[in-house]
């Protein structure tokens, strides 16, 4: 057996190819930084980094015969691997077929195996693997849910991208009870309850990033039905410029989170990015110096400097709760996930009243109506005026597709449409950016809270200080040929 194990550089390398990479098992070749390229009559191809010990290259060359190693640097190759065992010959789509061959679910019950990361569950039962390929495929697209319905003849499994749902594969109705089973065991649940609805929790790595998934289950005629929320726990993207906040209003949005006491509210309905802006923020300020904790339902991203407190409201864990008890830890700013009720409000307003900076999300349609919805709430208006800093309302517009968007003159104006190909699922848009509305509480504005004032007024009131609604922020984005006109009057529905 000749083996060459003298890494080489290279300029250019050949594209890998993931039949030869599957050789070997994907924990040995991430633990031993080595990767099969290619299968030639010759020997193998492996791409290695500084990191491989010879004792891996010895293992490769044992059971491959003779090799040639080719060095590329470390995180190279790491992405080189994630790439290469998680290519779509593992999607969820193809591996059905395989599952709804087993005639025999019994093994679904065995114990979950002790996995450190998704794609080194291959070798474990259909359904598990089938469940392991939703996952990864999810996250391999940037899914935020995936939904798992039963419905009379079948059962249908859709991911959420860019806000919309699609189809992704359809198991028969005799898998679904079996799915659901499984999902339960990871997620901790009572499997023999099917009436009452369930949530629970399953903490993962895919491709060696960490996942959290919540997952729900809801008793239906048809079955239990689950919808799992992926939040991927990694917050090195979180920066309000690239999220789509135009400079006008980052730089009045700045100088709001900058102020030392007071309540910046972040307002939309469910899905729209709130909780995003709000990390967004958290991250451009200063943790060194300055004691920031949040209180949220759930942890969504771990940030560093920062002290984060989950909300459990089976054990009474509740946001006033656990808000009451931050106030005694001695906090400069605190995030609020969510202002809900009237008690968490009052502890949010007597914070910023006391000397602190409370950022908090709230649901409401537009900026103006933040008001309301609070004083609605039982929020006195003369402490709310005092208190509100500034409000900012948010929407999600998908941007349309770079590979496939079509150009059009319309009444005189040029306007980009959705057209649909292989690279985004064949909806004509990929990935997604934001529409603001921010409107800054000066002393004429202040005074009308307190005067109970009309949303329509205090929207008025903040047109004529150059406020820009949502809809007219979208403007250039249509105008940049980023997003279409039907897009951001879905999302904005004209506003």
């Not at 903490?203 to 239906?220: K, N, Y």
Request: glycine content about 8%; hydrophobic content about 40%.
């Amino acid at each position: 057996m000749s083996t060459s194990v003298a890494p080489q550089p290279v300029l250019e390398r050949e594209a890998l190819s993931p039949l030869a990479a599957r050789l070997v098992p994907y924990a040995f070749a991430r633990n031993g930084q080595i990767l099969v390229a290619h299968q030639r009559p010759e020997g193998v191809e492996v791409w290695v980094s500084e990191r491989t010990s010879d004792a891996a290259l010895a293992e490769v060359a044992r059971n491959l015969g003779a090799l040639t190693a080719v060095r590329l640097p470390a995180d190279e190759l790491a992405q080189a691997i994630n790439q290469a065992y998680a290519r779509n010959d593992g999607s969820a789509a193809q591996i059905v077929g395989e599952v709804e061959g087993e005639v025999d679910l019994s093994r679904l019950m065995q114990d979950i195996p002790e996995v450190e990361d998704l794609l080194e569950s291959e070798d474990d039962a259909p359904i598990i693997r089938m469940i392991n390929a939703l996952l990864t495929q999810a996250a391999r697209e940037h899914a935020s849910d995936i939904h798992i319905e039963p419905f009379e003849n079948a059962s249908v499994v859709r991911f959420r991208v860019d806000g919309t749902l699609r189809d992704v594969v359809r198991p028969k109705k005799a898998l679904h009870g079996a799915l659901i089973s499984r999902i339960k065991i990871m997620a901790q649940l009572d499997i023999a309850e099917k009436r009452l609805p369930q949530d629970g929790r399953i903490t993962l790595r895919v491709a060696g990033r960490p996942v959290d998934v919540r997952v729900s289950t809801l008793p239906t005629g048809h079955g239990e039905r689950a919808v799992l929320r992926l939040l991927e726990k990694d917050a090195q993207h979180l920066n309000l410029e690239a999220l789509g906040m135009g400079p006008d209003t980052l730089d009045q949005f700045d100088k709001l989170i900058s102020r030392p006491h007071g309540i910046v509210l972040v307002t939309g309905p469910t899905g729209s990015g709130k909780t995003t802006t709000l990390y967004a923020s958290l991250s451009r300020l200063e943790t060194t110096t300055t004691n920031i904790m949040t209180v949220e339902d759930p942890i969504e991203y771990d940030l560093s400097g920062i002290g984060q407190t989950q909300v459990n409201e089976r054990i009474g864990m509740t946001f006033a709760r656990a808000l009451r008890s931050i106030l005694r830890q001695d906090p400069d700013v605190i995030m609020i996930g969510e202002i809900r009720d009237l008690e968490t409000a009052q502890i949010a307003v007597q914070a910023s009243l006391t000397g602190h900076l409370v950022l908090a999300t709230l649901h409401t349609n537009d900026a103006a109506s933040a008001v309301t919805r609070l004083t609605d709430m039982g929020v006195e208006p003369y402490l709310l005026a005092s208190s509100l800093l500034g409000v900012l309302a948010q929407r999600l517009v998908r941007r349309l597709c770079p590979a496939c968007k079509e150009e059009r003159v319309e009444d005189g104006r040029r306007h980009w449409h959705p057209v649909g190909c292989d690279k985004c699922g064949r909806s004509g848009y990929a990935g997604r950016r934001g529409v603001y509305e921010l409107l800054v509480i000066d002393d004429a504005v202040r005074t009308m809270i307190h005067h109970n004032a009309a949303d329509a007024e205090i929207l008025a009131a903040g047109r004529e200080r150059g406020m820009r609604t949502l809809r007219e922020d979208g403007e250039r984005w249509i105008a940049s040929g980023l997003t279409s006109l039907e897009e951001l009057l879905r999302v904005t529905g004209g506003a």
